[in-house]
């Protein structure tokens, strides 16, 4: 990260700082199980997945969130992942997902953090699903990316996490929010992939 970078984004710079570790370490967990290798691999990690976006859609929904983000609703993938266990005859199970409700602004935007910034991530992994012939009109719609670029998305996410008006101590819930969202995911994982 630029020091450019930095100055425009000191709050983007911490949350990436603070959780580098755990992103770096879910990130090795996931291509351990060789998603890519085969459909059956492929829809372990759907599932895993799945299991997340259904855990934070209640925040794409949040009205003290929408204040912050404007666009906030058209973001969740939650639909798309059902779709694409729809396309390998997968059930769609359901998740507890009522106790996000309760998360105070400062680590509702750390979770959400967590989850913007996977679709990132997302660019390289739709490349890999082309060897599964899969694609966004079939397997692979949560990985496509907005109508408007991946970049620009990200970077109106950023602006928007620096614009809220947060106290020290707020500011050390929403790093503390963000790193129990890559914690649910490992356990996401650790509960879900190996068993599967």
Request: aromatic content about 10%; proline content about 3%; charged content about 25%.
């Amino acid at each position: 990260m630029t020091n450019i970078v930095k100055q425009q984004y000191p709050r983007m710079t911490k949350l990436r700082s603070v959780t580098t570790d755990s992103h770096q370490s879910l990130d090795d967990k996931v291509m351990s199980f060789k998603p890519f290798d085969s459909n059956e691999n492929y829809i372990k990690f759907l599932n895993f997945q799945y299991r997340l976006m259904a855990k934070v859609a209640p925040l794409y929904q949040s009205k003290q969130l929408i204040s912050v983000f404007n666009d906030l609703t058209s973001r969740c993938r939650l639909d798309y992942l059902k779709q694409d266990l729809r396309d390998f005859k997968q059930s769609i199970s359901t998740v507890e997902n009522n106790e996000l409700n309760a998360l105070s602004l400062p680590a509702a935007i750390g979770w959400l953090y967590v989850i913007e910034g996977s679709k990132l991530g997302a660019a390289v992994l739709a490349k890999q699903v082309g060897k599964l012939d899969l694609s966004d009109e079939f397997g692979a719609r949560f990985l496509a990316g907005p109508s408007n670029g991946r970049g620009s998305a990200w970077r109106e996410f950023m602006k928007s996490v620096e614009s809220v008006n947060l106290s020290e101590q707020e500011e050390e819930t929403m790093l503390e929010g963000a790193l129990n969202a890559f914690n649910f995911a490992h356990t996401c994982i650790d509960n879900g992939l190996e068993q599967a």
